[in-house]
């Protein structure tokens, strides 16, 4: 059965705390992304990456980095949490023109 | 700027009947379209794809049409059932060359609500 875990279901940090999300795929996927669900604004892409090492900016970037130094793994990097910033955040791999298989999410709440 | 686009944010239906979910496009290079459901608090699940070569694929009570010409495609839900509530999101990808051809963009959702 394949599977996106992401590593935390709930997180709750302080504004201008540094948060990791980590996601690992067992699937080999060469594309991994990181989304954030909203209300009414629904999945909105903040990166990914196709590769190892490889990454590119999705539509809301701004304050958020990211590390793929293994196939397996994608991380999400929050440089200086914000109040924003609160969000589900849903982590995802594919390969090629398939579907993309999902983690179950991770709340965040900055407070 | 939005390439796939759900224009109901919610939808209602008695159980037993049809529900048809709406999803609209702009992007002609985009050659292959899913559909996902989400319950709160869960990550999204697959529910059901189709190429740009076909006009409609079925997979039990879910069939997903897609219409070219239109830049349009829906998903009818036969018979509906309670359990099906949740927030459906419609996706593209497209004909992209490295690094943009993985990308998935997605439509903002729709709330569907089967009551018995």
């Known amino acids: 059965d394949v599977k996106v875990t992401q590593s935390s279901r709930y997180l709750v940090k302080r504004t201008g705390e540094k948060v990791f999300l980590e996601c690992v795929q067992d699937?080999?996927?060469?594309?991994m992304f990181w989304y954030r669900q909203d209300p009414g604004l629904g999945l909105r892409l903040i990166y990914f990456?196709?590769?190892?090492?490889?990454?590119e900016k999705g539509d809301i970037p701004e304050g958020y980095s990211v590390s793929r130094e293994k196939k397996e793994r994608f991380s999400l990097i929050l440089e200086s949490a914000s109040t924003n910033q609160t969000s589900m955040y849903l982590c995802?791999?594919?390969?090629?023109?398939?579907?993309?298989?999902f983690g179950q999410g991770t709340r965040l709440t900055v407070v | 700027d939005q390439q796939v686009k759900q224009n109901s944010p919610s939808l209602s239906v008695q159980e037993g009947r049809i529900s048809i979910l709406n999803c609209d496009y702009t992007?002609?290079?985009?050659?292959?379209f899913l559909w996902y459901k989400k319950y709160p608090a869960e990550g999204p699940t697959f529910l059901i794809s189709?190429?740009?070569?076909?006009d409609k694929n079925e997979d039990g009570r879910f069939t997903v049409f897609l219409n070219k010409s239109a830049k349009h495609l829906s998903l009818h839900i036969v018979p509906s059932q309670p359990g099906d509530s949740a927030v459906y999101f419609c996706?593209?990808?497209?004909?992209?060359?490295?690094?943009?051809?993985?990308?998935?963009?997605f439509g903002r959702g729709t709330q569907l609500t089967v009551w018995p």
């Open positions: 995802a791999s594919r390969a090629g023109n398939t579907e993309a298989f």
């Open positions: 699937m080999d996927h060469e594309n």
């Open positions: 990456s196709y590769d190892v090492k490889m990454k």
């Open positions: 992007n002609s290079m985009f050659d292959y």
């Open positions: 189709i190429s740009s070569i076909k």
């Open positions: 996706a593209a990808s497209g004909i992209g060359r490295g690094s943009t051809l993985g990308r998935l963009y």
